[in-house]
């Protein structure tokens, strides 16, 4: 089975501090991405990476960046979280091609205070 | 640019019964592959259906079938003798080569099954 892993299902952060969200996949995908889950908006893509050290910026990148040193491992900062980035974030890899399925993890609920 | 709109933001059905959820979705690319993501309350995003853009049968999945309409830009989902463990987050998405291979999503339709 594909595992998309997460790190941290729950965090809780106070404003102006860095934070790191990793994610981890172990079935050797070219393609990971990074979404934000808020109600009524449904999934936002915030950026995506198509190779080591390549990264996208997706429709909401602003206060995010990411970091790709290894193939398996994608990684969501937030430089200086904000109270707007309380929220669920889905970590996702696939295969190049699009008619690959998108594989998710569970989760991670931030809450900025 | 692709987007993707769900005008339900929730819907109900009784179970064993049948319900539709619709999509739509908009774009100018002739190849490209849609999707029903379920999403349960344990938030994990479990593939439901895929149908891809060049083929004119409709995608079907034991309970679960879609109704594509190419022209129309429509894509709905069936969900034949509803069970509780259908009860979910249901999102439409939309993926192409040309957009790097990135999900786009709908809002999602929250589907509650009552006994």
């Known amino acids: 089975d594909v595992k998309v892993t997460q790190s941290s299902r729950y965090l809780v952060k106070r404003t102006g501090e860095k934070v790191f969200l990793e994610c981890v996949q172990d079935?050797?995908?070219?393609?990971m991405f990074w979404y934000r889950q808020d109600p009524g908006l449904g999934l936002r893509l915030i950026y995506f990476?198509?190779?080591?050290?390549?990264?996208e910026k997706g429709d909401i990148p602003e206060g995010y960046s990411v970091s790709r040193e290894k193939k398996e491992r994608f990684s969501l900062i937030l430089e200086s979280a904000s109270t707007n980035q309380t929220s669920m974030y889905l970590c996702?890899?696939?295969?190049?091609?699009?008619?690959?399925?998108?594989?998710f993890g569970e989760g991670s609920w931030l809450t900025v205070v | 640019a692709q987007t993707v709109t769900q005008s339900q933001p929730e819907m109900s059905v009784q179970e064993a019964e049948t319900v539709t959820l619709s999509c739509t979705y908009d774009t100018s690319e002739s190849d490209y592959y849609l999707f029903w993501y379920k999403q349960p309350p344990s938030r994990q995003m479990i593939l439901v259906i895929r149908?891809?853009?060049?083929?004119?049968q409709n995608a079907t999945e034991n309970r679960f079938s879609v109704n594509f309409q190419k022209a129309a830009k429509s894509f709905s989902l069936k969900i034949s003798d509803s069970q509780l463990g259908d009860a979910a987050m249901y999102f439409c998405?939309?993926?192409?080569?040309?957009?790097?291979?990135?999900?786009?999503f709908g809002q999602g339709t929250e589907l509650s099954v009552k006994p």
């Open positions: 149908q891809e853009a060049y083929k004119q």
């Open positions: 998405a939309y993926r192409s080569e040309n957009q790097g291979g990135k999900l786009i």
């Open positions: 990476s198509y190779d080591v050290k390549m990264k």
């Open positions: 079935m050797d995908h070219e393609n």
């Open positions: 996702a890899s696939s295969f190049r091609q699009a008619v690959n399925t998108i594989y």
